[in-house]
């Protein structure tokens, strides 16, 4: 297809979310360039995001797997919708959505990538070399958990996984012609790289986070930047800026329909087409 291949990325240890300070031990984490240099430069696939927000030619990366002039330019109408009551009379619950989704995301990827990846390999490693392999704090805890988590937390979970996803999907975004689904996805904030956080936390994303609502419904997300906000870094003792950034989300097959939408936005001047590479992306 003429693309030059020019490296590999990180990513966080087997796709885990880590804090620079704290879990990355038998590697750097990649370094943020936004703002003052020394933010976090999340993850999992955080190399993606730090090579492309720093190197002009570098055209594409892979990665695993975040509102009124949006309206005015789609002619579109706007409407509030309580989640809440939607999804408690969809399900037959009380409780809300969040308190219903709860644990649901870390009892899935807990119980499963223990047992589809963790122990093989961790088998296949004993194996080869007569011992085990080392695993960063992150990854150790959520596996940990993973291992004793009972078959029937797992099963609720994915009870619980399934009746969200098809809630969200009738709901929420049942075609591609119908309706968007916006969310703040970044807002900007300093989140610096030398912080030593409390102890490392089996559980990630309880609730219903908006960065994970896409990611519950197996729905196409794009992220676009908004702007910039401007703060203080004690780092550097000067104004620096960082992203803002919001998540759209389509329906299911609207993957194309997504793409051609962000670069209308562009082509319509409501977005930048272009962000620079380094301190700041204007």
Not at 127 to 154: D, I, M
Not at 180 to 199: F, H, K, N, Q, W
Not at 241 to 254: D, K, N, Q, R, Y
Not at 255 to 267: E, G, I, K, P, Q
């Amino acid at each position: 297809m003429g693309a030059v291949v020019i490296g590999k990325t990180k990513t966080t240890q087997f796709a885990l979310g880590e804090r620079p300070t704290a879990d990355y031990v038998d590697q750097l984490a990649p370094f943020n360039p936004r703002g003052d240099g020394y933010q976090h430069p999340q993850g999992s696939s955080a190399g993606t995001g730090a090579g492309l927000a720093s190197y002009g030619w570098m055209d594409i990366a892979t990665a695993s797997d975040t509102g009124g002039s949006l309206a005015t330019f789609l002619d579109a109408n706007t409407s509030t919708i309580n989640t809440n009551a939607s999804f408690n009379a969809y399900s037959n619950t009380s409780v809300g959505l969040s308190a219903y989704i709860g644990l649901t995301y870390s009892n899935i990827t807990n119980y499963d990538q223990y047992r589809l990846l963790a122990q093989p390999f961790k088998q296949r490693y004993q194996a080869k070399f007569g011992k085990s392999p080392y695993w960063n704090p992150q990854t150790r805890v959520r596996w940990e958990r993973g291992a004793t988590l009972p078959l029937s937390s797992y099963q609720e979970a994915t009870n619980r996984y399934q009746t969200f996803q098809t809630w969200f999907r009738s709901t929420l975004t049942p075609s591609c012609e119908s309706t968007l689904v916006l969310y703040p996805m970044g807002a900007g904030t300093e989140d610096y790289r030398d912080i030593l956080p409390a102890a490392p936390n089996p559980i990630f994303g309880a609730g219903l986070p908006g960065n994970q609502m896409a990611v519950m419904a197996a729905l196409p997300d794009y992220t676009v930047p908004i702007g910039e906000r401007t703060y203080f870094s004690r780092v550097t003792e000067r104004n620096e800026t960082l992203p803002v950034t919001i998540g759209i989300v389509a329906a299911v097959g609207c993957d194309h329909m997504l793409m051609d939408l962000v670069a209308d936005l562009a082509d319509e001047g409501i977005i930048t087409r272009r962000v620079k590479t380094g301190r700041s992306m204007y």
